[in-house]
């Protein structure tokens, strides 16, 4: 990749760029809430889900990857809303569900506050005070983002060749600090190559990551249920909160299979 030597103009977005971006603005909104939610989720992730979801139902998802407003605009908006999700289990409940949030858990403590059920009629300044802060912050990102729109623009200019090593770097030592072993390294590298032919071959990597840090959990809750069940799957079925999580996951499955039945049957015929 070279150096970008065209005049960089047109920064803001027209009313056209407002109105094929609206319904992607939704919906990276709603699921970058939800994904902030899970247990393991976090702004990576729901990115990638928001531009995965955008490419399968446009209309053009060959342009996506040229700078198309509805690959940009949908994981922005999930990118935005991820951690006011993550917000949610982490002051209802005091359960974090990603390493920042483990650390804002742990500062709270620190300062003898106790994120829960009662953390609202015991310590509402703290609760009102997060709150706050979350539309401060965003106030505070467009007082930042928009002045110096053309400066965080110029970083494009930066040839790739000397982004490359600096970004594998930082990979090196984030994986070796996990541990102090050379073993986590290898992993990196492996998992690298790994996205590298997901990539190639357009599989999606979000799912894969989520199912690595979710995957235990649910085993291990899976398991707990059917101890407290004594081996019986009804338990799954008789709460209707959870009846209804599995009726919306079942949806999901055959949303995603039957495009690719139906397409099998017109290639037969």
Request: hydrophobic residues 50%.
């Amino acid at each position: 990749m070279g150096i970008l030597t065209e005049k960089i103009k047109n920064l803001f977005p027209t009313l056209k760029d407002w109105k094929d971006s609206a319904w992607p603005i939704v919906r990276g909104t709603v699921l970058g809430f939800f994904v902030g939610v899970i247990p393991g989720g976090n702004t990576v992730i729901s990115s990638t889900m928001s531009y995965a979801l955008e490419k399968k139902i446009s209309r053009h998802p060959e342009k996506f990857g040229t700078g198309v407003i509805e690959g940009v605009a949908g994981p922005e908006s999930a990118n935005n809303s991820g951690p006011s999700g993550s917000f949610i289990p982490l002051l209802s409940l005091g359960i974090p569900t990603n390493s920042t949030m483990a650390l804002l858990l742990a500062s709270l403590m620190i300062h003898g506050v106790s994120p829960g059920p009662f953390l609202i009629s015991q310590n509402p300044d703290v609760f009102w005070s997060v709150i706050a802060s979350m539309y401060l912050g965003n106030l505070m990102l467009l007082a930042l983002n928009l002045p110096l729109l053309g400066m965080w623009i110029q970083v494009i200019k930066i040839p790739y060749v000397f982004f490359f090593p600096v970004i594998f770097l930082f990979c090196l030592l984030g994986s070796f600090s996990l541990g102090n072993t050379v073993f986590d390294i290898g992993v990196m590298i492996f998992f690298g190559i790994v996205g590298f032919l997901m990539k190639k071959f357009g599989y999606e990597s979000a799912p894969l990551v989520l199912a690595f840090i979710l995957g235990p959990m649910f085993e291990d809750h899976f398991r707990r249920s059917l101890v407290l069940s004594f081996g019986s799957f009804g338990i799954f079925f008789e709460r209707p909160i959870s009846a209804a999580f599995l009726g919306v996951a079942v949806l999901l499955l055959l949303i995603s299979v039957l495009p690719m039945i139906r397409k099998q049957k017109q290639k037969t015929l």
